[in-house]
Every structure is written in C-alpha cells, then in structure tokens.
C-alpha cells in the first residue's frame, strides 16, 4: 500500500523550550495515526539563535562564516535530538538525519544559502526504519560538506525543498498563530480577517512575520502548496495557486470539559500531557480509587472525588475517561457516562473485549462516541491502521503479530539467558508488567486484543474466551528454546485470519525466522501484519506498554474528539462578485468549455471511499475523465492513499474547508452530518453542489431531482440552483419504474414493498453478508455486528428506526415524503414496506400502481416503451424477469412481470385501473452515482459554469 508522506516543520516560536516538544509529539502522531509517514523539520529553540549569534560576535564581529554556521547548526542539532527522545518516551520511533546524512546540499552565501539538491534515498531508507524522521532546518552543506545555513526563514525553506523533492501528500509549518491574516492582528484599526486560502502572489504582498517572502518563491516555484496554521487544528491557510478566500469571524471554542477516571500510571500520564493544554482541555473532576493514596502527579485537590461512577454522570463534561482499568467499576461508570450522551476514551481492552458490542450500541442510540485506540499496541497505532485500510475498501484476509509489550520484553530477556522470574521482576520494575503478571503470561491480554482486531478487521464478534491460547509458562516456550535455531527468536504471536470454516484465532509463542517482520522488534515494542486479500501486506508497529505510550493513544483520541467537536466555521462572504453573484475562481489556463460538466470540470468527489464515492469515480472514469480533473476527498484518515481509477488511480486528499478551491462540481456521498457542514463551503467556494445525502432532500429551496421525472426545474429555471439534492436510492428505483404509467395514465396511490441489498448499508455491511454466510454455511452462529439481525439466509425489517406512532421507519418515510415533492402531489397515499435481504447489491420492488385512468396491457407496455431510463424484462413462456444480479452495474432499471392486479376490476378491453409490477435498480448507479451525475449534465445544459 503506497503510504502518503507529511512534512511538518516546527519553528521556535511553537517549540520554545523542552515543556513543549510534548506538543510536537503530539502533532506528529496524529498524522502517523492517519497512516501517514511523517518527516519533522525543526527550528532551534526560542532565542537559540540569537544567543548563538551573539555569542559568535563576542569573539569577533568578522567571525568565519563556516565557523558561525557550525555554532548555530547546534541549536536545530540539539532541538532534533531533544525531539527524538521525546518521540521514544512516547513510545514513537523516530530518527535524526541530518544535512551530511541526507546530502542537503546549498548554493550562494555560507549564512545565506539556498537549497539546490538532497538525497532522497536516505530520506526513504530512514522512513522505512521508522515512521518519523527528524531533519534539524536552517542547515545545509556545501560542496565539501562544510555546513552553510539558510538565512532567516531557512527551516520553512528546509521543509518547503524537502516537500517538493519529496513528493510529500502535506506540508504544514506549525506556528504560533493560527493562520495568515490580511494585516497584522495586533495593530489599531479594521479587524484582521484570516485566509482560508491564499494565492503565492498575495502571500507576497504580507509583511513576512509568519512565513518568509522567501519561502513563498520557492513554493511558487515548485508548485506546492503550503499550509499554515497551529498544533492539532484543521481549519489552517492554504497558500497555493487558487484564489484568495477569509475565514467569517468566529468565536473561540471553549475547551473540551474532561472528567478523569483514575490517576494511576497511565492516568497520572495522561493528566500530566492535557493539563498544560488548557486552551483545548479543561479538567473538570479526577476520579479515584482512595484520595489519600499518593499519587506521582500534582491533581488539584479540589478535583479529587472518590466515585468515579458518579463522576462519570455529572452533568456538563463531553468526555470521560476511562482509565481505573478492570472490568465491574470501570463497565457501570462507562455506561453511566454514554447513557448521559457523553463521549467516552478508554484503553481498557478488558473492558471493550467483555462488553464492547452493548457499549458502542449505547454511544450510538444516546448520540455520542467510544473511542479506546490506547486498548490495543499502546502508541502502536494497531486499530487505527485496520480501520484505514477498511475505509480504502480493502478487504483483510489476515492479522498477525506481536501485540502485547509485556511478554515480548520478557521473552527478549529469557533469550539473552536470565531466568522467566527475573525476566518478570525487570518488567515489572520498568512498568511493562503488573504486580500480577496472569493475564500477560497467561496470553489472555493478547486474546483481549485479538478479539478487537477480529472485530474491526472483519466485522466479526469473537470473545476472547474462544481465542486458542498458550501463555509463556506453558512447557511449549521451553520446548521452543531448546529447538531454536541461528537467527530465530521466539514471539508471542497472535494471528486471526478467514478460512472456510470462519475465523480461525490464536495466541501462542512460535519460532520466527530472522526475515520475518516480527523477529526484529525488542523490548516492549509492538508489531502488526495486515494481510489483504491481493496478498499486499501492511506492516505497523509501536511501543506497546508502558505509561508514556498508552497516555499518548489516550490523548490523540483526546485531540481526535476535539478537532471533531470544534466548531464549524461558517465561509466568508467577502468574496468578488459579478451582477450580484458570486464570480468563480479559475486558474488562468483554465477554459471552460461549453459540454456536460461531468465531462469537462475540474470535480470534486466527497466521500471518495465509500460504496457510492467508489461508483461515482467509476463512471467518472468510464466516461473518459482524466483523472488530473479529479479531486478525490475523504477523512484525514485516508488522505494520501490511492484508489482505484479505470487502470490509474487517483490520490485521496483530506476532505477541509479549503478543499473546493477550483472546483465547478462537488458530488457528495457521504453523510448528512459531512453535506451540512460542507456543502454550503462548496458552493461559496463557486463550486456546483450535487448532494446524494438526506440533509437537504425535504428543504422546500432546495429541488429534489430525478432527470427523467423532474430535471426541467435544473434545465428551465431562470437562475438555475447550485445545491441540488439527490432522493433515496429507493425512491429513485421507485419512481424511475412507476413514472411512465404516471405520465400515461396518471397515479393516484402506490403500495410497494422494497427487498433491499446490504450494499445500500455500505461496504461495512457487504462485509458482513460475506463473512456471515461463510460462517452459517460452515454450520457456525453468524454473530451479528453491523446488523443487528443476521443478514445472511435471513430477512429482516429495514434497519432504519421506526417510528413509535405511525409505525414507519425512517426509509419508509423517506419514499413517502420525497416522492410527494419529487411528483409535486403532498398528498399522494402511498404505502411502502421497507425488508433487508441478504443481497450484496441492487434493490428489487415489488409494486401496485392504482391508475387515474385505466389501461390495457398493451397500452401499459407502450408506455413503457416509449419511456427512458427503464428497460423491460418481461418473459413469461422462459418465466424469465427482473433480478438484482441482472441489475447489477447498469444504469437503467429493469421492469417485468407486468400484470393487471387480480383483485381489481377489469374494464372493457381487458383495462384495469390497478397494475402489479417486479422493478430491479442497481442502488449505486441509478440509485445513487448515475443520477447525481445525470443531474451535473443537466447543470451544465443550464449553463451553471
């Protein structure tokens, strides 16, 4: 899998002092947590510089420029290091390379240099050793490795040139303030307004202070765009080639109110890394075990409380967590906590392998979020890398490693020849191991674990209890070590993986070559193999015990919820306008062409990954689209991954405010929630909005669109709209099928009973109807997870809620409602019953159209034949009809076993006034993509761009 590359720069007004390379930490792990590798380019601590400079001075004010620039190189040398430590007490393997090591070699002045050329290959073998690697700024070398530096600035400059040679997915330079502002925010008069985006040549025209003209050149030069803005935020400046768009003025969101549930080990680290961070995080209340218990960490007495269940249902927190550990106290306040709506971090995998399943139903149904990353691999961002790769669409065949720190440090210990019980009192000694080991030796955490990734990795319930285990004080480890051959090493191996008879999973210790990628980890160190079905393998790893590693998981699941909740900032409106509209924004060498927009716009696709994301980009694609004209957005987790794109691949790009910078057409699919937030930037971005979500479907200024049916409100409206909603995938099948009769004959109600594919679901359930059948068919329960009912050899009431008065249920009421507005008639009856079937894709429908006027059937089938968007499949001699798999892949639906209803009256001629119908519709093409992008043609008829 190609990993995406960021490049950070920390500068010395963000790294000030050693309190602050925490930050830096902090920073860099979110984007490892995201799947990416990470290159950190650092300035010199606060004032280093200039205590350097003037030091140098002292001896001479003529000093020798090589000698100069050695002294002051120290301070990014010092801050580099500095910064490696900090990585490894985090539990985060990282490196320093320096200008020599890398061949970063410059060109002019010795204190005033330029970058020219570095070796990139160095770069890549550090990436491939681990995840981070730290290049000190400021410094180069030239052409006999004497060190040069590259004047003010020069560590935006370093990571600028470092970006661009290597190919990097980012490039963020953390400072101090937030973003580039039009003028200087502290200075009297009109109030600064902050650039969402901003061109080179405007950049050019700011003073200077945040980002250097020189700097800004050499992005200009390269292509590359650049983003500034503090630690942990999203909504940063864009500086690149588009237009110049502000931020609306928006209040300071408060800090995330935290209650703390133990001051342990791992809780006295984690209230040790937020309570300096008090513009993000308030601590309201710390919970303990006994408060008279001494503790390693300064907690304010005022917060101590003694029950951590009632400190988890106090009113007014957003999150609780969950650190007491153990399974009876820590389940009781963790419930009390969702119940209560709030969101809840753990790293108790004890605590989510008993109880996980109920757990994440409750954050669900009371609206908020279980995040526990910290119970698996510790900083080894284990469950974040399967998650990844399932929203990429992979489908993992298997999982192996070494997932429990404790036991491999005590297993590298008993190799170098000290005793088991030695090798325990040393883990215990430097925190990897509890005053009772059991549960590590005994393999049971293992298991624990295991069973999360079973249930992430393949959307299956396993309890650990099942899990085939073999601890270390079984007589199979010393058996192992009589056997060892030169070059193995024995590891504690968990591994999970589909077969036939489902999924098979153990822990045990085995014998591993030394080319295996579990045999050079050491000491608490955790490692991952994810295997996918096309056998490319996933390898991750990380600290995995320990107080510094689980406290850093803890706390990126802090800043993951706080970026979430952050508040939206609203797009300004000050932009250019033209008659009273906003003008759109193109690059010089753009020409909008007068075609279909869908075949020559510069698209957007929001939600890239999921099922109908993926079909979009397939139509896309078949249609001839260069992929250069598609702008592929999903989560932060999945940028800079690749996915398909016909026989190329397109790159993902974290889906941000700034994201539609040069787009005309923007095709949401994803969810309602994503649409409100984003859609309205999309369109002030002058982007075209085509939303397949339910959030603007019933608003009364927003057309609801079915091309055959209504796609004249687009084509012959006086000011064509740029936010177009896109109906459900049921009720497109619907009213595509019926809409023929209706415009013959008319229709005055419908009864229609909808067999739906798992795929309308998503990819998740797709998932889960493969694995279940696999499991029944090898006679085995097939465990619910995503459903709540089994889905395979089973059908089941839509999984939507349903209403307690009138008994329908969200899809139900959503064919209802929108085909009113679609059809024009508020008060058409109609009466749908929504069933799941264990389908993989394509919707089929069952419906009886009652006729305003009643028609033969050969009238019946001339209308139909006249008709566009259907196709009739209607043999009776062969009994040969509509079905899904017929359906599948095709833009058309498919209609058959046309006949009048049996129990209505027949007419002179054989008419009828009621007509049974069997319609098939492929849900993400016509239900979905096709329609969207039939839509985006009709815009483009209308002359939107």
């Known amino acids: 899998m190609h990993q995406p590359l960021t490049v950070l720069k920390f500068g010395g007004s963000v790294l000030r002092s050693e309190d602050d390379l925490r930050l830096g930490v902090h920073e860099a792990y979110r984007w490892l947590r995201a799947g990416s590798r990470v290159v950190v380019v650092v300035s010199a601590f606060e004032g280093t510089t200039d205590r350097l400079l003037s030091q140098a001075r002292s001896y001479s004010e003529n000093a020798d420029d090589k000698a100069c620039a050695l002294l002051l190189a120290t301070g990014e040398f010092t801050t580099a290091s500095l910064l490696a430590l900090a990585f490894a007490r985090a539990g985060v393997k990282a490196q320093v390379l320096g200008p020599q090591a890398i061949g970063l070699r410059t060109r002019g002045q010795g204190t005033n240099a330029d970058p020219a050329s570095v070796d990139r290959r160095v770069i890549d073998r550090g990436l491939e050793q681990s995840p981070v690697v730290i290049i000190p700024g400021f410094v180069g070398v030239d052409e006999i490795n004497q060190f040069t530096l590259l004047g003010r600035g020069g560590s935006d400059l370093t990571a600028l040139f470092l970006a661009a040679e290597l190919g990097a997915t980012r490039c963020r330079l953390i400072k101090d303030v937030d973003g580039l ?47 500034v803005g503090s630690f942990q935020r999203s909504d940063v400046t864009l500086v690149g080639p588009g237009s110049d768009v502000f931020y609306a003025p928006a209040p300071t969101p408060a800090p995330l109110r935290v209650a703390l549930l133990g001051a342990g080990t791992v809780g006295g680290g984690v209230h040790g890394l937020i309570d300096p961070l008090r513009a993000d995080f308030e601590i309201t209340r710390v919970a303990v075990r006994s408060a008279s218990s001494p503790r390693d960490t300064a907690i304010a007495p005022v917060l101590v409380t003694e029950s951590p269940v009632k400190a988890a249902a106090v009113p007014g927190d957003d999150v609780v967590v969950e650190l007491i550990g153990g399974t009876d106290a820590a389940y009781h306040a963790v419930r009390a906590a969702l119940s209560a709506g709030k969101h809840v971090v753990t790293a108790n995998k004890a605590l989510i392998a008993a109880h996980g399943t109920e757990l994440r139903d409750l954050a669900l ?18 469950l974040e890398s399967v998650e990844t790769l399932r929203r990429q669409g992979t489908h993992i065949e298997s999982v192996e490693g070494v997932i429990n720190g404790t036991t491999n440090f005590v297993l590298d210990l008993v190799q170098s020849g000290i005793s088991l019980e030695d090798a325990i009192k040393a883990a215990q000694e430097r925190g990897y191991a509890e005053a009772d080991p059991s549960r ?90 994810i295997t996918a079905a096309d056998g490319v393998a996933t390898v991750v790893g990380g600290t995995g015990a320990g107080r510094w590693p689980t406290a850093q998981s803890v706390v990126a699941d802090l800043f ?45 696709v929001v939600g890239a990954t999921g099922a109908v994301g993926r079909e979009v980009l397939s139509i896309l694609s078949s249609r001839g689209i260069p992929h250069s004209r598609v702008l592929a957005l999903a989560s932060e987790n999945s940028a800079g991954t690749w996915i398909p794109y016909g026989d190329q691949r397109v790159q993902i790009e974290a889906l941000q405010d700034q994201s539609f910078r040069g787009a005309e057409l923007a095709i949401f699919a994803a969810s309602a929630d994503i649409a409100r937030k984003f859609a309205p930037l999309a369109v002030a971005a002058g982007a075209v909005v085509v939303d397949n979500s339910s959030a603007f479907r019933l608003d009364p200024r927003i057309p609801l669109i079915v091309p055959e049916i209504n796609g004249s409100h687009i084509t012959a409206a006086a000011d064509p709209p740029r936010l177009i909603a896109n109906p459900n995938c049921s009720t497109v099948i619907l009213l595509t099928a019926v809409e023929p009769l209706r415009r013959s004959f008319g ?109 033969t059937e050969a009238q019946v089938r001339a209308a139909y034949a006249a008709a566009t968007g259907v196709s009739i499949i209607d043999d009776r001699p062969s009994n040969r009809f509509p079905t899904p798999l017929l359906a599948t892949g095709r833009d058309d639906v498919l209609v058959g076993r046309l006949r009048p209803d049996p129990a209505a009256n027949v007419g002179p001629g054989g008419s009828s006034d009621s007509w049974c119908l069997l319609a098939c519709g492929d849900q993400l093409r016509k239900g979905a993509a096709t329609n969207a992008l039939q839509i985006a043609d009709l815009l483009a008829l209308a002359e939107i761009t």
């Open 181 to 227: 502002y039009d003028r200087d925010p502290a200075l009297p008069g009109p109030p600064a307004r902050r650039f969402r985006s901003v061109s080179w040549e405007t950049a050019l025209t700011l003073d200077g202070g945040v980002i250097q003209h020189k700097a800004v050149l050499l992005a200009r030069a390269r292509g590359l765009s650049i983003e």
């Open 365 to 382: 149904r009371a609206g908020g979020s279980l995040r526990y990353s910290a119970a698996v691999g510790g900083a080894a961002p284990l």
């Open 440 to 529: 590590d030796l005994d393999a049971i955490d293992a298991a624990e674990k295991l069973s999360l990734l079973v249930f992430h990795a393949f959307d299956a319930n396993l309890r650990w209890e099942d899990v085939s285990r073999t601890g270390l004080r079984d007589q199979t480890l010393g058996e192992l070590l009589a056997r060892r051959r030169e070059g193995q090493v024995v590891r504690l191996i968990a591994s999970a993986r589909r077969t036939p008879e489902g999924i098979v999973a153990s822990v045990q210790p085995r014998l591993v070559d030394a080319s295996h990628p579990l045999a050079s980890i050491s000491g608490a160190e955790n490692r991952l193999v």
């Open 560 to 604: 993951d919820l706080r970026r979430q909740l952050r508040a939206t900032l609203p797009p300004s409106t000050h932009r250019p306008t033209e008659n009273g509209k906003p003008q759109r924004a193109h690059p010089p060498s753009v020409e909008i062409e007068t075609r279909p927009v869908a075949d020559s716009a510069r698209l957007a």
């Open 747 to 855: 229709v005055t109600s419908i009864s229609v009973a909808t067999y739906q594919a798992v795929s309308g679901a998503g990819l998740a359930a797709m998932d889960e109807l493969r694995s279940q059948t696999r499991r029944v068919l090898d006679g085995n329960e097939p465990s619910p997870s995503f459903f709540k009912e089994p889905c395979a050899f089973n059908v089941f009431s839509h999984d939507s809620d349903v209403d307690a008065n009138t008994g329908l249920n969200v899809e139900e009421r959503k064919i209802i409602d929108e085909a009113r507005k679609i059809w024009g008639d508020p008060a058409l009856p109609i009466t749908p019953t929504c069933i799941r079937v264990p389908v993989l894709r394509a919707h089929t429908q069952a419906i009886t159209v009652r006729l305003a006027t009643p028609a």
